[in-house]
């Protein structure tokens, strides 16, 4: 597996060298002569440009900004590898306006900043906002990411969704209600520990209980999120009032002990069998750190587990945000939607879960690139 | 004329709500399965992110950073419209993005600002140039453009080009090139009146005194600018010193009596034919004020002007900035070049004059669609 990583990354360093970056942009029409010339620029132009200057809501008709979602990046938290800065979030960026044209027909551009301060952030995104439908904020790390996300929402008269909290939040829900499902566990009563209290857990966690689970126990890096925890702070102050009920205290092996479901937001090899052999019967494993998950899914399987997902695509139930961004801003720009709530994703994450009409403990999610998967998403965000 | 005008532009309204933008954002290879997916973004990606956050320097390489350019205007100069704010300028910037692709190959994605703040757009343009491999600003109003230029090219290690300045500039000295040749006319001494002391007026006067003109004078909207004016400031005060050998005092009128050149970047209808009547034999008179020029080519011509040449397509002799953006940019993204110099730009104009190998009054600058137009100008910038 190591070795066929390791390979994956010496292709995709070919590639991308042989492509020299992976989107293009292209003219929706030729410009061959004067005559062209004249009508998509001056003078023709300028009755375009008169117009939208006194009809400015009528921006997204006449230009390119009804169908144009920014996919902006800091570089603070890129995929496994941290704060790599925006040169190193720049491929993973272009990938994702890839992915926005290829599965929802939205032209989605990179941005990567050099900046990592956050009112420098918000304060950039809101000067470069009026050429965009909606801003997709990607891999900028916590906390800085609440408060960003929080302020745009709230400046901004376009659609702002951070992906790795809201859209992974939808992808987790969305297969754990078929997990639910397969395992014969009822969500209402499920006790659900989440390793990671960063953007994604902290996401996850909010969804969940607005869907309405059992319990949820967060861990962080220095072990149970409890009211006893005097270092607590932000999101985590909100998420420890309610959470653990039974205010659990300690480390991953005193959360995981008798818990329904695990969901691994964190860091690989992070949870052992014996952990997994601790769980309730018919246990729910989704270890999604990437690329490495928190438990390999033949060592989770073996020490119980009944349903195991990762994030990656070489095994089997990937819960992976290519579900649902691309559902999420294609239902956001067709319907107008200005605020993406909670609610919405929760509808989202049923109508994905229900594209799989007999879920089984290899087959929770759908393939990515099944066509059904945007308009699922799409036609819950209105 | 002005009915053929109207019906451009109520042809480009339709053509534009047709379109709904004038440039696509287009993956360069399909993505249709997981194993693409694997080499495009997760988990492939990471080692080209991983590779490039430690070699920065490789950036134009492995992404489109290399070959992209960002078309950035704030609104406040937009075309012959003014001060019409960023949903008024949009179409015009992908207008000039679908150009940079159509005549040179690069890919130019237009930003319009929701701010017209010199620090702010400074600030804007900074951090979000990771992505770039070159910036055109667009359409920004003096005094502003010049600082905000100034001080890009200082603080980016890219190139930045203020193109209604020096792309302006560059057009206008190819067209004048040949206009010489045709009338006979020495350079060294020939008295040149420019109208409008802003972005163009400023950058075309430059670049004329670098390439050895004999006098210039200067016209703003208060008349000749002397060394009697109390009122100059900025660009305005350097100009005036290096400008009006005899220290002409007055409006047009005073100006042109004798000139050689008049070369308009003002207003529509500001010149008579008594003014170029007044002028010298073989008088050259460029009329560039978009969409209505300073006077009309037939009326000019009837005065006396031997060469007439305008902005726009529907006559002979288009000064139209495709003639230079396209190059300059493609010169600089393949020499990797760092700041656009005037000496880089007059080669460039040379170049380009040098492309009507048989110069006549009809016929000074080369078709914007003549393939040998970009590598000309491209050449001449390294």
């Known amino acids: 597996m190591a070795q066929k990583k390791q390979d994956i990354g010496k292709v995709s360093l070919v590639l991308h060298k042989k492509l020299r970056g992976k989107v293009s942009i292209v003219p929706k029409m030729l410009v061959k002569n004067k005559s062209d010339l004249a009508l998509v620029y001056t003078?023709?132009?300028?009755?375009?440009?008169?117009?939208?200057?006194?009809?400015?809501?009528?921006?997204?008709?006449?230009?390119?900004?009804?169908?144009?979602?920014?996919v902006i990046s800091d570089g603070s938290a890129v995929l496994g590898l941290g704060n790599i800065g925006p040169e190193g979030a720049?491929?993973?960026?272009?990938?994702?306006?890839?992915?926005?044209?290829?599965?929802?027909?939205?032209?989605?551009?990179?941005?990567?900043?050099?900046?990592?301060?956050?009112?420098?952030?918000?304060?950039?995104v809101k000067n470069i906002a009026p050429v965009f439908g909606g801003i997709n904020l990607e891999d900028i790390a916590a906390p800085r990411c609440f408060e960003i996300e929080r302020r745009l929402q709230a400046e901004l008269s376009i659609p702002v969704l951070h992906d790795d909290q809201h859209g992974t939040a939808l992808v987790v829900l969305a297969g754990?209600?078929?997990?639910?499902?397969?395992?014969?566990?009822?969500?209402?009563?499920?006790?659900?520990?989440?390793?990671?209290?960063?953007?994604?857990?902290?996401?996850?966690?909010?969804?969940?209980?607005?869907?309405?689970?059992?319990?949820?126990?967060?861990?962080?890096?220095?072990g149970v999120l409890h009211r006893k925890r005097t270092d607590l702070t932000g999101e985590k102050l909100m998420l420890v009032k309610k959470t653990n009920k039974k205010n659990i205290t300690g480390g991953l092996a005193e959360a995981l002990a008798g818990a329904d479901v695990f969901i691994g937001v964190s860091k690989g090899n992070t949870v052992t069998a014996a952990h997994v052999a601790s769980m309730a019967k018919n246990a729910i494993v989704f270890a999604l750190a990437n690329p490495t998950p928190e438990?390999?899914?033949?060592?989770?399987?073996?020490?119980?587990?009944?349903?195991?997902?990762?994030?990656?695509?070489?095994?089997?139930?990937?819960?992976?945000?290519?579900?649902?961004?691309?559902?999420?801003?294609?239902?956001?720009?067709?319907?107008?939607v200005r605020q993406i709530t909670d609610v919405m994703l929760i509808k989202a994450a049923k109508n994905l879960a229900a594209l799989v009409k007999k879920p089984t403990t290899e087959y929770i999610v759908p393939n990515t690139f099944d066509k059904a998967v945007v308009s699922a998403v799409a036609k819950a965000i209105r």
């Open 295 to 336: 438990i390999m899914p033949d060592i989770a399987k073996r020490a119980g587990a009944m349903v195991v997902a990762t994030g990656r695509s070489d095994f089997a139930n990937q819960i992976n945000n290519s579900l649902g961004f691309p559902g999420i801003f294609r239902g956001a720009l067709d319907h107008q």
């Open 90 to 124: 720049l491929p993973v960026m272009e990938g994702k306006a890839m992915l926005f044209k290829a599965l929802a027909g939205i032209d989605a551009f990179p941005i990567v900043l050099a900046t990592q301060d956050t009112e420098e952030i918000i304060a950039t």
């Open 176 to 222: 754990l209600i078929n997990a639910f499902k397969v395992t014969k566990k009822n969500p209402k009563k499920a006790r659900i520990v989440i390793a990671g209290a960063g953007a994604a857990g902290t996401a996850i966690a909010s969804l969940l209980m607005l869907f309405g689970v059992g319990d949820i126990i967060m861990i962080d890096s220095k």
């Open 43 to 70: 003078p023709g132009v300028a009755a375009v440009s008169s117009y939208l200057a006194t009809h400015k809501d009528k921006l997204g008709e006449y230009t390119m900004a009804g169908n144009t979602v920014a």
